[in-house]
Structures are given as C-alpha cells and as structure tokens.
C-alpha cells in the first residue's frame, strides 16, 4: 500500500502539488490571522541563512568555500559514465557544494526532535535544517509553552530522518567534523534525542572527540542555551560528496575505535535486502538470488548486524548488489568494494553514485521503469551483463566473511 501511494504521488504529481497548495494557504491564513489579532508573539519566525546574515551569530568560521565539483571520469566527459548521463540531480556532470561553516548564536532555541533552531528573535536557523524545502517540511507554527533553560555551549547533529542510515550517516556524522575543528579542544555538549537508535549511538561514539558530550534527551522537550554552534550540513540533497577530510575523519576514527579488521585481500560478495520494508522491494527477487548465488553472493539484511559487523563488512567486501535503500550509506566504510545499486525509475538522483565516488569506490546500476519508492523488477539480463562485464565478477573462490551474525 505505502508503494503505491508513493506511485500514485508521484505519477499524478499535480494532486499532491494542489494538496501542498492548500495547506500551504491554510497556514498563512492563520499567520496572517494571528498577526492581525496582535498575537505574532505566539508564533515562530520564518527561515533566513546563517552564512548570508553573518552579523547575526558571532564565531563564524568558513572552513570549506562554496565550489563546482566535477563527477565526471578522470579526463573524459560526463557523457561517458552511464549514470551521469540520466541522473536527476547532478547536472552535465557536475554540481556546485555549498559553503561549509560553523557559527556561534547566543540564547538560541533548539527543538531535539528534528534538529530544528531557532536564534533569540525565534527566526529558524535554515542551514541547521539543511534548507527552506526541508524546514517547510518539518515547520513548527507555535513557539513552545516552555523552555529549558540551559548554561553552556551546546550543539547538536539531530535532523528529520535520523531514523533513516543514509540521512544519519551523510547528513548528521560529517558535522562532528566540522564541529571539531570549530572547537578546537574545548568542551561541547550534543544534545540529541534519546528516540536515536543503538546503531546511529553507536557510530556517533565512534567519532566523537574527548571533549565532546553527548546527553540524550526527551525530543519533545525546547531548550533555550546559552550558546549553540550551528555547523552547516556537509552534504546536499541526495548528495553525498564531501571534501576528503571528512571521510577520513569518520572512517579512521571509527577503524580505530572498533579496532576493526583489514583483511588482505577483500573478502564477501553480499546482497543486501529489502524484503522486509515496506517499498522499493524487488519482486522477482528468488530468480535475481538465483543468478547472485553462483557467483558467490550471500544475501544480508543489514539490520541483523551490529554497527561493528557492519562496519567490517563493509570495509572487507569485494562486491555489494542492493536495490536503492538506507543500508548503502555503509558503503562510505568500503575499501574496495565494487558497488551495484539496483533502481526502480531511469533517471535516479545521485545519492550512492556521489557517495561511491567520494570514497573512491566503482558504481554500477540497473535500472527499472517505476518511480523511486516503488516495488520494481530487476532485468537479469541486464544485471548479467554488468555483473561479469563491467564488474568482471567471476565465481568467487574467495572465503565468506564471517561475523558474530553470520
């Protein structure tokens, strides 16, 4: 049912255009309403840009300026890599990265259940959200009734989705990065909510610096702190590509963390799947097992693995297939491996293929004819072809990799 609604939302995109209009106008009617009425005071502020008013934060750090990234192959054009010629969200090959910075807000207003702040005038801070799209999506319209009152300087990387591995791992651990760089040795307090799952707890201990806290509180509950860094999101919209400094930061810190293994030659060809979610399933999957398990493919379901399993996994495979999912935000732990994402629609946006080539991985891909949160078909035929001709994958005669899940 949640496939085909998303289908339908997709495929009749004027119905859900008309809805958003609605809501929309319903929403300033009540802030008009309210203004008229002399109770603007009840309401939150509207967006505005950290980087574009800097005279409203203090400590502005620009640690990585605005530039164009070229995805194209080395020295060849774009139109030579298959999926830069259809991809929806990368254009003639390239795309242009925002700038990366961190600010300081003094008596900022935070709301831990999707990372939204506010600065002492109640305006939304847009970069702490990621964008206007993404906070009028999550926009809260009342102020709160109460506030925490807190002495210290705080941060967080709590954002909407952080449920969900790929916008937890390219959304929310870069900014430790960022975070540490702008504090340098001096202690920082993370507030995130205590609804964060074990493995986004896990791997967020992997990379936190000696001086950072994390307490985990109700997402319900408002805060007014004293100071708040805000980092600006490293990663853009299904994107991501990030400067090189930041995947070092998160891989070598969580290597050596975990004390993971390195294993001299890759080691475990995995199909990762969906069978247990609710959309993008593959349905003729028994037949595309078929063709996987000869060539030494053992099929996985990510969330049976602890985040240390999955981490060595990841760092040791040779080859991942996996149809477009959460799970393949573990491929930034990868060496090696070669990376085929199968997709539902022709044109896909970039998510893993930018990921993939940020770590310095290959992508490869299939591609169906439905929208991205359908369940779709794999053309074997097709998946054949790319798995013994360009991934020049043949039966494996290497060892499976063996975990405490395995």
């Known amino acids: ?82 999926f830069l010629r259809c991809c929806q969200t990368i254009s003639q090959g390239h795309f242009e990265r925002r700038s990366i910075f961190t600010c300081e807000f003094a008596n900022a207003k935070f709301s831990p259940e999707n990372g939204l702040v506010y600065d002492s005038r109640w305006r939304n801070i847009v970069e702490a959200i990621l964008n206007d799209g993404r906070f009028y ?8 009734r109460s506030l925490t009152r807190r002495a210290g300087v705080f941060s967080s990387v709590q954002h909407p989705w952080h449920f969900n591995n790929w916008h937890w791992t390219v959304d929310s651990l870069p900014q430790i990065h960022s975070l540490a760089l702008h504090m340098q040795g001096r202690p920082l307090t993370l507030l995130m909510s205590n609804a964060l799952g074990r493995v986004h707890r896990d791997s967020l201990q992997a990379i936190l610096p000696a001086n950072f806290t994390v307490e985990y509180v109700n997402p319900h509950e408002w805060f007014d702190l004293e100071t708040f860094v805000v980092p600006s999101h490293v990663s853009s919209v299904a994107n991501g590509c990030f400067p090189a400094e930041y995947y070092d930061f998160i891989r070598n810190n969580t290597f050596n963390r975990l004390h993971t293994r390195k294993l001299d030659l890759p080691c475990g060809r995995f199909y990762i799947s969906r069978g247990r979610a609710k959309h993008r399933r593959v349905l003729n999957e028994p037949e595309l097992l078929a063709l996987l398990e000869p060539l030494g493919f053992q099929m996985i379901f990510v969330e049976d693995y602890t985040f240390a399993e999955q981490v060595e996994l990841f760092r040791n495979a040779e080859a991942i297939v996996s149809p477009h999912g959460a799970a393949l935000g573990g491929i930034i ?9 199968l997709y539902p629609e022709q044109r896909p946006a970039g998510y893993f293929f930018t990921l993939a ?27 054949r072809h790319v798995l013994t001709e360009e991934m020049h994958l043949a039966p494996s005669a290497l060892p499976v990799l063996q975990t405490a899940s395995a």
Do not use: W
Request: aromatic letters at 10%; glycine letters at 6%.
């Open 333 to 341: 732990y990868s060496d090696h491996a070669k990376v085929c994402v």
């Open 357 to 383: 080539r940020g770590v310095g991985l290959e992508h490869f891909c299939t591609k169906d004819d439905r929208t991205e949160d359908d369940d779709f078909q794999v053309d074997l035929t097709v998946l």
């Open 137 to 144: 999506i999550f926009r809260k319209t009342f102020r709160p």
């Open 1 to 82: 049912m949640t496939s085909l609604v998303a289908s339908i939302k997709k495929r009749l995109p004027g119905v859900t255009g008309l809805r958003d209009k609605v809501l929309y106008k319903r929403y300033r009617f009540i802030i008009r309403s309210l203004h008229l009425l002399g109770l603007g005071d009840l309401l939150l502020g509207q967006p505005f840009s950290a980087y574009e008013e800097r005279e409203a934060s203090s400590n502005f750090h620009l640690l990585h300026p605005a530039e164009l990234v070229d995805l194209s192959p080395p020295g060849r054009p774009y139109t030579d890599d298959i």
